[in-house]
C-alpha cells in the first residue's frame, strides 16, 4: 500500500533562517506532488505540483521554492523566512489522472518567530 | 483563475441538529472534491462528484452537484460529536493536475 511522508512534524525557526520541509511517497512510482500551506488552521492553498522530476509549477509567487531530486521525493525550501512563512504545510499525491482522491502526508507546523 | 467560494466558514450546531456547507465555483467544474479535516490533523477525501446532478449518500452525509456544475453542498443529517471538523470542497476545472479548494467550514458539535 502507498503512505507519504513528512518531516519534521513541527518546527520553530528564527527569521530570516533557511527551510527544508520534505515529503517522500512510498509504494507508487511517477505521483503528481503537491505543496500546500494552510494559514491559521484554515484554507488550503497550493503552493507548487510536480507531474515528474525535475518539474515544479509555482502557483503563488513567493518567499518559498520546491524542488524533486527524485520519482518520490518533493522538497520545500527557503533561504530566509519571513513571520508569513508560519503554517501548517501540506504534502499530498495523486497516484495518476485515473484516480479520484488526493492523499495527504500528516503535515509540517512551521512557526517563525 | 478559478476560485471556489465556500459558506459558512463556521457553523455551531447542537447534536442532533442538521448542518450544511455550500460550495460554488466562478467556473463550470468537471468533478468537485470533498475533504474532512479532524482538528490537527490533514484533510481525508470523503467523496467525488462528477455528473450534472448527481447526488450520493455516505450514512447521514449527502452531497450534491449542481446542474450546471458551479455548485456542491454536503449536508450532515443528526450531528454527532465525530463530525467536528473542517469540510472542503475542492474543484477540478480546466486543469487535471490541479485541485482549487474552499476556505472550508468549520463544524462544531455541542454535546
Redesign the interface.
Known amino acids: 500500500s502507498q503512505t507519504i511522508h513528512q518531516w519534521p512534524a513541527t518546527l520553530v525557526q528564527p527569521v530570516g533562517s533557511p527551510l527544508s520541509l520534505e515529503c517522500t511517497v512510498e509504494g507508487t512510482s511517477n505521483p503528481?506532488l503537491y505543496w500546500?500551506r494552510q494559514a491559521a488552521?484554515?484554507?488550503?492553498q497550493?503552493l507548487f505540483?510536480s507531474?515528474g522530476i525535475g518539474q515544479i509549477?509555482s502557483?503563488v509567487p513567493q518567499n518559498l521554492s520546491a524542488s524533486r531530486p527524485q520519482d518520490r521525493q518533493f522538497i520545500l525550501s527557503s533561504k530566509k523566512l519571513l513571520l508569513s512563512d508560519s503554517g501548517f504545510y501540506?504534502c499530498a499525491w495523486?497516484p495518476d489522472?485515473g484516480y479520484?482522491?488526493?492523499?495527504?502526508?500528516?503535515?509540517t507546523r512551521l512557526t517563525v518567530l | 483563475g478559478q476560485q471556489v467560494m465556500q459558506i459558512p466558514q463556521y457553523q455551531h450546531v447542537q447534536e442532533g441538529e442538521d448542518f450544511t456547507t455550500y460550495c460554488n465555483s466562478s467556473t463550470t467544474l468537471s468533478n468537485i472534491q470533498w475533504y474532512k479535516q479532524r482538528p490537527g490533523g490533514h484533510p481525508v477525501f470523503l467523496i467525488q462528484l462528477v455528473k450534472s446532478g448527481e447526488v450520493k449518500k455516505q450514512k447521514r452525509l449527502t452531497f450534491q452537484f449542481g446542474e450546471a456544475k458551479k455548485n456542491s453542498s454536503l449536508h450532515i443529517t443528526a450531528t454527532q460529536t465525530t463530525d467536528v471538523g473542517t469540510y472542503f470542497c475542492a474543484g477540478r476545472g480546466g486543469s487535471n493536475y490541479k485541485l482549487t479548494f474552499g476556505k472550508g467550514t468549520l463544524l462544531t458539535v455541542n454535546p
Open positions: 503528481n500546500y488552521g484554515r484554507g488550503l497550493l505540483y507531474v509549477s502557483e501540506l495523486f489522472l479520484n482522491e488526493q492523499f495527504f502526508g500528516p503535515g
